[in-house]
T-cell receptor
Framework: DAGVIQSPRHEVTEMGQEVTLRCKPISGHDYLFWYRQTMMRGLELLIYFNNNVPIDDSGMPEDRFSAKMPNASFSTLKIQPSEPRDSAVYFC?????????FGPGTRLTVL | SQQGEEDPQALSIQEGENATMNCSYKTSINNLQWYRQNSGRGLVHLILIRSNEREKHSGRLRVTLDTSKKSSSLLITASRAADTASYFCATDANTGNQFYFGTGTSLTVIP
């Protein structure tokens, strides 16, 4: 298995633009998590899904953020409109209850 | 809010020495996990310890858990340069399936 796949690996955009981050979880994993990592705030859980259903989105910072999981093999995290303070590394992780497998992350820079 | 908090924030040791990192958390937990993150990469799961366990070993790793003090420690014995990374604890806050990550300990092992 190739592990959790995220795309793009790097994204540079201008303030106000829409950004879509993509994740392909490991086959067979029931849970999918989206995290954001910054120097100031560390690693923050944004939202997680169980069997494609969003369970807890309380970590989503504001309405500009949305996440979907249309099927078991694909999820997206969208930011619209993006702002400079959204600059961070965004990780997708999949797994079971006791162990999460992280993707390589998407480094987002909003100018 | 983050559940776990690691101490120290940074640690530098000579190759061959042992490295000890601590994690404190705030509320009751079911499980506590330790992860490693190499620079520019995603997190890698190292070990899980359940609330009814006091100590667990995996190779050169030794994890202890003291639920009365709400703390855990990660010991890496006979450290190697390849152990240079950030180490995070993650706790489940006894409320759901999501894990909350601490701010991490940055370990540098000098060859």
């Amino acid at each position: 298995d190739a592990g959790v796949i995220q795309s793009p690996r790097h994204e540079v955009t201008e303030m106000g633009q829409e950004v879509t981050l993509r994740c392909k979880p490991i086959s067979g994993h029931d849970y999918l998590f989206w995290y954001r990592q910054t120097m100031m705030r560390g690693l923050e859980l944004l939202i997680y899904f169980n069997n494609n259903v969003p369970i807890d989105d309380s970590g989503m910072p504001e309405d500009r953020f949305s996440a979907k999981m249309p099927n078991a093999s694909f999820s997206t995290l969208k930011i619209q409109p993006s702002e400079p303070r959204d600059s961070a590394v965004y990780f997708c992780a999949s797994g079971l209850l006791d162990e999460q497998f992280f993707g390589p992350g998407t480094r987002l820079t909003v100018l | 809010s983050q559940q776990g908090e690691e101490d120290p924030q940074a640690l530098s040791i000579q190759e061959g020495e042992n490295a000890t990192m601590n994690c404190s958390y705030k509320t009751s937990i079911n499980n506590l996990q330790w992860y490693r993150q190499n620079s520019g990469r995603g997190l890698v799961h190292l070990i899980l310890i359940r609330s009814n366990e006091r100590e667990k070993h995996s190779g050169r790793l030794r994890v202890t858990l003291d639920t009365s003090k709400k703390s855990s420690s990660l010991l890496i014995t006979a450290s190697r340069a390849a152990d240079t990374a950030s180490y995070f604890c993650a706790t489940d806050a006894n409320t759901g399936n999501q894990f909350y990550f601490g701010t991490g300990t940055s370990l540098t092992v000098i060859p």
